[in-house]
């Protein structure tokens, strides 16, 4: 088999894993071992198809699968008594669902975990708040400076 056909073969089993968990995600309850496995099957797509240089149809519906799966993380965790019991510590939660959150810039993990110990799972969740209400969040001060600081530079580059 050359590369190139095992290549082929590679990505085609990896979105089928993908789709598959993805469709479960859609017709049954999230359970945290789902969310791992969408995660984790996400991932590995991920690196196949960016291995090359992939077309913007693909990166687009590489973000929005990853923003499905972070959305549906965030809607399990949110639905959790404060005190359940997870499989997942909160770095390892962090390291898993956060990526997107740590994409931006001076957002690491200890900041990420602040805003998911806060329901705040995406950037998106992060930009829809109103400014003013920020300090409501009780950040530590130097993640809310960041925090502060992206929040205003993304509400100066958008558009009212």
Partial sequence: MTDTARYSEDALEAVHRLHETAEKLIHAPASEALLISAMTHYISVRH????????GATLGALARTEQ?????????????PDDAETSLKHAERTALFGNRLMALDGIGPATTNQLFERGIFTPEQLFAIPA????????????????????????AKTPD
């Fill in 48 to 55: 196949i198809l960016t291995a090359d240089a992939p077309s």
């Fill in 68 to 80: 499905f799966i972070v959305a549906s993380a965030d809607a399990y965790y949110r639905q959790l």
């Fill in 132 to 155: 003013h209400t920020l300090e409501t969040l009780d950040l530590p001060a130097a993640s809310l400076a960041r925090v502060t600081s992206l929040h205003n530079a993304h509400q």
